[in-house]
């Protein structure tokens, strides 16, 4: 006979070989749930919440700084929270509706509708562009009639100039003009140049000074840690207010200084911190991890909807590539924030186009059958572009973390602007601003083409026919853009493996892009050379007739940005929703879609993490992918622990320990939590409490209650234990303790436990063994699992 | 001391109160996962999978019609099988990658790709679209030169029509024409009208006929039962060839019939049995039932894709609308099927007009803040239109099923097809295809439109300049066709009503679309007049000049009809992506998402469920939305059976029953499963066997093995018990025996549980109180329980 329990008159089984217990048990019925410990406790329905609710300790349920959140736990609460809203929301209105739990539904809809409020976001995103492009512009000169306006702007009004030099005006100086009084010769050439490097240094160093002294979570892109976050970590600080200010104001300064970075992931960061400040609005999200977590999917959907005017795309995006936990609901409250972002974006047109998106073009040409072979060939280089870059920038950010090298942040981010601004200077490529490289390479070459890219015959000899490619040989300035743009691939290839991870605020997707961008030109002016000389191959000979237009350089060029984005990051439908909306035409899906899956294919062939799981891992937060598949044959008695010669688990027993004992475990232990079971003998499984929540109560217990010693007894139970008379006040701590802890049993196959904790957001399971407790299974033990079964060492793995 | 697991010498905590048995079990260590049941067993690390494959019973592990698959079951046996087609094509194939494991994955993606055929299905749908066509002419005459041609192919070759009067060409003859040998008066009208409703009871005759001897479940929308068959349910036949083959011509019978049904819900179906068709000729995905609902997932997204000719739009239906298990893979699969399923369409070209889209529309004039208002009063009608229907439309539904009445099915359909016929005739709106009358309805009005909708001033005066509207004064033609409108709307609103749920094919999209539209189109004319005769009001005098086209009808067409669609199936980001893709303009998106969410919300207040669900709900499927919550406070214990009276709950125990003592409580008893435990007295939980797999084992055990009896023990231990020398040959059933049921303890809030269901997919969960066998909760269980909360007769739920 088993002697735990005996302070619970009606628990079932107690006895001996009794015919049918379950039966006695059921006779009870529902007086059985409300007597749970004997003595007419009264309506305890929802024991573990109401004794919550009954005696609340302030700070239990809270988390620490870089630890997981309990998503159940936190979705539980979220709930509740509701009930008790809706309650008092029924006593306060009268309402002549149909049913109140319609009107409430209906009023929460309108609420969470104003809740998430893009639009200061998205004038953020607006300030940024246009901030930036003038920096930008300020590296070659200056507007003299307003400060203020950047050369397009600047030479906007002025109807000195004609269309075609629509860039030189008398009112835009450059810094030679300007301070040696001449435009042309070697000095002013060398001017510019020192002036140029000039800018960008100041602009780099700026930017570096911020993020180290005021907030150093400012730097780098974000959504690593986005993703981490959105995963159910705890980063205190990293969606703060300064974070948000010092990370908009250095954007600006990088993206001006001319290093090798984008501003769209940023961007990313950017809204989800206006989200997170939002949130602090509204107590619902600001005091729930989980519901705070929807709040920024949806900011990061609003984020990408911003910077690209792609609101399905973002909605994609967050979908993908960085949410977690991602319910229906949250999907069209992300497409209502992506929408309202794109249309205040809109008709703030810092692009100047009135257009929504950032590189808006239009192709008159359909694609044949045959293209598909460059465009996948273009899927090839972005594969092995991606996989490229994700090592050699996982190694430079490994050497950078483990050695003395990385304790001089801001001379590393001088260094490569000088560089990147010595070098880029000389080559009109590199030297203009990224995402208008991306624009013209993007273009379709019209009558109206001044770049050097659209020099053909046909425009040579004066013919301002359309289609201009007509006579489609080039002329000598294609081949030496050809030249330019070769040149300023491997300089972006280089500068952007050293540039990512940076301590700047750096994006990725506008260099990825760049770089594919510019091999997709070569590789469409190539195959429209091959096809215009070559007109009478069989390949050419169906559908490409003399002097036809059939190849569009600038369709290349915007798949081997896809392709090369795909490759860096992995993702696939929403990389191509984006670009589907950017050009507006389902026409170019296909080729999309060839080239993106191509690259993903090339990719995961050499590894099958994107950049920003390969970031996660290097910055070692434990979070749990949700695409990977578990794929070994592992059960969970071969995970859990303890295990071999490890010290056994600590465990509580429910009322037999003293206080003295409950501390002496925790402070010999440095787990987070402790199974409590019935008794040492039986190891039967009651419940689990965490470590923060039973420190909480002590110290409350402490300052609160009298007579609380260190021989006091301390008990789980509903029912203080019978004490010997002299013995001090016990303590009850019953209300901390988590009465549905998720347990497992030893056989259970460990894909269904991954399964388990991916899709329930677990931090710890438990694992028994018949009935019995055996050990415990957390997020950090599977982490080490994983890469033990991928032949990495599990020590390998650092977590923070 | 506890008797049981006596069998099991290295049992842990089986003696008495020794110290610390944690160690002593852990120092053993991985020795432990080796040795369960003692006496050197070999390397049985994953037992009860490799049980599962030493001693394969056939039958093991399928599934009975009308029952529910176990998803975590069906996923562990697909990664078993993946793990052992891994092996042998590691044997089989020497591999210079980098890793197998990666060239494996590529292998596989490629795999997976042409896994998914659309085309068959694309070609199905373009047939439909022809067929349906040309059937539904042939109701009011023929085509002489051609038979097979439809109206607008017959006079598309014609020379002797100018544009304007493309409808009349001397080769195609209406009946009367034909017959009489006069176009006009009204004996010739006479005839039409008897032509027309001869051919419409014809059709749908032959249409109910051909359902009923051949494929019942060829009948209805189809999708409340995807759906169902998505969440987990077997439906044997419902997505068989059959069916397919019947749908697809009773498909193109009952909408050349007139019946007020569209043929985009029944497209997702057929396209869903092409999907379920064509996995079975992949081991992969027919042999694997949760596998195979990834291809259904992925057919559904191609379905609407074809159906609307909108790719994303069909991958969000997909996701948001009908699938359960929706992991990311199949996102991207089920954009590629749609992507393709689009294209092979557009190659097919049924429309005509080398577009993708069935309602291809462009707007000329931008939409102004004011408008929202009557866009939001459109989406409120949508909301009482979705609201009154879903009410209305189950009521009679409910009346069929339960009164003799549904016992003619065949009359139903003719009486119902006879009165639309009679009714629709006369009205021009009612009797053209429905189809075409959106198209009509939501095309603005140009130079070139002939229709009655766009007579105005201007265009009476002769003055052809565009836009047309200019003088938008309505001449006597927009006032009867406002009329006829009227009247169409109320035939429309009433005979949907009674035509869904009918014994054929029939879609709900294209005739809600149609009352949204109607009443759309006559509020934006509405609008228009009162904006041409009130242009000094303050509303209209900002942005409304006089001659100016300030007013789209069209666009109130779109918006409306976008609600009333919102209204009935409560879908909001798909529904508005794929009326995007029907604009193909970011513009009106935000009247659209204004109108969809006020219909949603306003439906919302009459009734959370959409049509499908109710659907779903009196078919009596045992379904878990995904999307509703469950707000209540209960707890595991209070769900669980047994329960109050009930009889105690069915167990197993491990090794003392005889087979004469499962048999009978297998045949007691009629639940789908049992739970093991060690012993009667210690109701610890071992694991969990299905009935049917028990069955099948016991027969299988009978034919091959030799000495069973009825007092043969039975036994679930890795070894058997210690017997008497004369008891005859023991039964081992370990290979069935699943050693990893799902356990949560009493305490646990119902909202988890329910949580826990949904997102695992499970069957049943058992429920334990301190390490002890309490109870068990189905699905079942679960979804009476959600019944009960909402106040409703658990009773009144009918389960198959």
Known sequence: ?????????????????????????????????????????????????????????????????????????????????????????????????SDSRDTWSLWQGIQTITDYKPPPMTSLAGVIDIAADWLNDLKEGVCLSAMWFNHEQCCWDSNETTFAERDKCPQWKTWAELILGQAEGPGSYIMNYFMFTFWALSFAFLAVSLVKVFAPYACGSGIPEIKTILSGFIIRGYLGKWTLMIKTITLVLAVASGLSLGKEGPLVHVA???????????????????????????????GVSVAFGAPIGGVLFSLEEVSYYFPLKTLWRSFFAALVAAFVLRSI????????????????????????????????????????????????????????????????????????????????????????????????????????????????????????????????????AMWQLSLALVFKIIMTIFTFGLKVPSGLFIPSMAIGAIAGRIVGIAVEQLAYYHHDWFLFREWCEVGADCITPGLY??????????????????????????????????????????SKWVGDAFGREGIYEAHIRLNGSPSLDAKEEFPHPTLAREVMRPRGND??????????????????????????????????????????????????????????????????????????????????????????????????????????????????????????????????????????????????????????
């Open 349 to 480: 047109n810092p692009f100047g186009n009135s257009r929504l998106v950032l590189f808006y073009v239009e192709y008159h040409t359909p694609w044949y059958l045959f293209e598909l072979f460059p465009f996948i060939l273009l899927g090839v280089f972005g594969g092995l572009w991606g996989a490229f870059f994700i090592r050699a920038n996982i190694a430079w950010c490994r050497r950078r973390k483990s050695t003395r090298f990385g304790k001089y942040p801001v001379l590393e981010v001088i260094t490569v602007a000088a560089i990147t601004a010595i070098v880029a200077f000389p080559n009109p490529y590199t030297r203009q601003n990224t995402s208008e490289l991306i624009k013209e390479l993007f273009t379709d070459c019209g009558p109206l083409e001044s770049s050097q890219l659209c020099q053909y015959r046909s425009q040579m000899n004066g013919s301002q026919a359309y289609p201009a490619g007509s006579d489609a040989a080039a002329a000598p300035g294609v081949y030496s």
């Open 557 to 598: 060029a915007m798949v081997g940005a896809a392709a090369c984005l795909g490759g860096v990051t992995r993702m696939t439908v929403s990389l191509v929703v984006i670009v589907f909306e950017l050009t507006g035409g389902l026409e170019y899906i296909v080729p999309l879609m060839a080239a993106v899956m191509t």
């Open 272 to 302: 989800c911190c206006c989200g997170n400040i939002f949130s602090y609005l509204f107590p619902k999200y600001s005091k729930n991890e989980a519901k705070k977590r929807e709040v920024l999917s949806a900011a990061s959907a609003a």
């Open 647 to 800: 010290p056994p688990l600590a465990v509580l027993t429910q009322d037999d320990m003293t206080l003295a004992e409950l501390q002496s475990i925790i402070s010999q232990t440095s787990c987070n939590g402790f199974p409590v079971i019935v008794s040492k003998e039986s190891q039967r499984l009651v419940g689990f409490a965490l470590r923060r929540d039973i420190t909480i109560a002590i110290e409350n217990a402490r300052r609160k209650q009298e007579g609380i010693m260190l021989n006091s007894r301390v008990y789980f139970t509903q029912h203080a234990p019978t004490l010997p008379a002299d013995s001090p006040r016990p303590l009850k701590l019953r209300s901390i303790l988590d009465m549905s802890p998720f347990t497992v049993t030893d056989h259970t196959p460990m894909e269904i436990v991954v399964d388990i904790f991916r899709k329930l957001g677990l931090r710890q399971c438990l694992v028994t063994h018949n009935g019995r407790l055996l050990g415990i299974i957390t997020k950090k033990d599977i982490l080490r699992h994983m890469a033990q079964m991928a032949n990495q060492d599990p020590e390998s793995i650092m977590f923070n």
């Open 1 to 97: 006979m088993e002697e735990e329990d005996s302070a619970d008159p009606y628990l079932p089984y107690d006895g001996g070989g009794d015919a049918i217990p379950l039966q006695e048990l059921s006779g009870r019925g529902p007086n059985y749930a409300m007597s749970n410990g004997g003595g007419g406790a009264g309506a305890s329905i929802s024991t573990h919440l109401l004794d919550l609710l009954e005696e609340p300790i302030p700070g239990v349920g809270t988390y620490d700084d870089f630890h997981t959140i309990d998503w159940v736990r936190e979705k539980c609460k979220d709930r509740e929270r509701h009930r008790k809203a809706k309650r008092q929301h029924s006593r306060r209105i009268a309402h002549n509706f």
